[in-house]
């Protein structure tokens, strides 16, 4: 295997640093004094458990909703998943990017994890958060290797393909039939994204239990190298199927991922060799996500 290029190392380096950034930064807008998103998300969800009135409440979620629409694409560290807004109920779920390092715990290495956050308020003055749930993680290896390998890639269109990337973690989590399977993603004509789910659990600080698979993403291939063509296959199929959802934002979304086929993990996974609490047997533990 060919070293990464000191340049795309640096562009690496630098993107992780950024969002690192710019998480503190927004976290820092939706509840001044936040540094990060579940900061944030924690002190809304304290405020709206001490206003009573329904439409108080609604209103700061969608106030926090119209600031993470409004951000431009050049400050962008977040993609919405979906919104809801009325004068007396409100939803915000969206996932957000930090630099962290990989959920299992055992993996000593850094990337960009991707992690979706939930807060709603009803009309009876019910609240709920949902908050640093993993959708898909990308190892600084492979942020490295689609600069190597994708042409003049710039921060924003990074961006855009961990929108994309996170955007079929969302898709394939709740899917039993890839629970243990290799994913692959067609970025470009270029490169194809390869990565496959890791299935565990995820404990809240509430103490409720939710899933926590998520889209781990290890290395960017030169598609034109790839030799195997079941790979480019699914990497096409789960392409078109997640670029329809970006597009189209269906209601249900549940079917999408069974267009997709399926195709077995490796064997020699890192990531499963590295865990010392192993995906698909127990729950994800440790100290930044109990």
């Not at 002190?43 to 969608?62: D, E, H, M, Y």
């Not at 969206?94 to 939930?118: C, D, M, T, W, Y």
């Not at 890791?198 to 889209?215: A, I, M, P």
Request: glycine share 6%; aromatic share 6%; net charge negative.
């Amino acid at each position: 295997m060919s070293t990464i290029p000191t340049e795309s190392r640096i562009f690496a380096d630098r993107y992780c640093r950024e969002a690192r950034r710019l998480e503190a930064f927004h976290a820092g807008r939706l509840s001044p004094g936040a540094k990060t998103w579940r900061e944030a998300m924690t002190a809304l969800f304290a405020r709206l458990g001490k206003i009573r009135s329904p439409v108080k409440q609604a209103t700061v979620v969608n106030k926090a909703a119209a600031y993470l629409s409004s951000v431009k694409s050049e400050d962008c560290a977040h993609m919405l998943i979906s919104q809801y807004s009325a004068s007396r109920a409100a939803t915000l779920y969206f996932a957000a990017f930090n630099a962290s390092k990989h959920p299992l715990v055992g993996v000593e290495e850094e990337g960009i994890g991707i992690r979706q956050h939930l807060i709603r308020c009803d009309r009876n003055g019910r609240c709920d958060l949902i908050c640093d749930v993993d959708l898909a993680y990308v190892s600084k290896h492979a942020i490295g290797r689609l600069h190597e390998r994708e042409c003049e890639l710039t921060r924003d269109n990074a961006t855009v393909a961990l929108s994309i990337i996170g955007a079929l973690g969302y898709l394939t989590k709740a899917n039993e039939k890839h629970i243990t399977g290799e994913i692959c993603l067609r970025l470009s004509s270029s490169v194809l994204v390869v990565g496959s789910l890791k299935h565990s659990l995820q404990h809240l600080e509430d103490g409720r239990e939710v899933n926590g698979t998520f889209y781990d993403v290890r290395t960017v291939l030169p598609a034109d190298e790839v030799g195997n063509p079941a790979l480019l296959e699914q990497g096409d199929i789960a392409t078109r199927v997640t670029m329809s959802w970006l597009t189209d934002r269906p209601a249900d979304s549940r079917g999408l991922a069974d267009e997709i086929p399926f195709l077995p993990r490796r064997e020699d996974d890192y990531a499963l060799r590295a865990a010392t609490v192993f995906a698909d047997e127990a729950p994800r533990v440790d100290d930044d996500n109990p």
